[in-house]
């Protein structure tokens, strides 16, 4: 069984950065792809971003291309979402998530293991 805490979250101005950090434990972190969605309110949960295991492949959906970047850090068992040139159309939830074997990066239906989420607002 693996645990996600992510942290990182906070209220930043647009065009701001922010970086989100998720630490995983009880498992084989080294295993496990991993993504970050997110949640606005009155919204569904929408894929950001994932990582394969090796962290050699990376995803990213078209509304955070070219500002956002995930990584991973396998000798510490944290991935993390580094946020540029933020927009207030980012603010949400984010939430990370953590698969051995996802169908797609792209659906929160392929990760079994999620953690709390830690709120992001983007001000305008």
């Known amino acids: 069984q693996v645990q996600l805490v992510e942290t990182g979250g906070t209220a930043v101005q647009a065009g701001g950065s922010l970086t989100l950090s998720c630490a995983a434990s009880?498992?084989?972190?080294?295993?496990?792809?991993m993504a970050w969605f997110r949640q606005a309110p009155g919204k569904e949960r929408e894929f950001v971003s994932g990582?394969?295991?090796?962290?050699?492949?990376?995803y990213y959906a078209d509304s955070v291309k070219g500002r956002f970047t995930i990584s991973r850090n396998n000798a510490w068992n944290t991935v993390y979402l580094q946020m540029n040139s933020l927009k207030p159309e980012d603010t949400a939830v984010y939430f990370c998530?953590?698969?051995?074997?996802?169908?797609?990066?792209?659906?929160?239906?392929?990760?079994?293991?999620w953690g709390q989420g830690t709120q992001v607002t983007v001000s305008s």
């Open positions: 998530a953590a698969s051995r074997y996802p169908n797609t990066y792209y659906s929160s239906s392929s990760y079994g293991y």
């Open positions: 990582i394969n295991w090796t962290g050699a492949n990376t």
């Open positions: 009880g498992g084989i972190f080294s295993a496990y792809d």
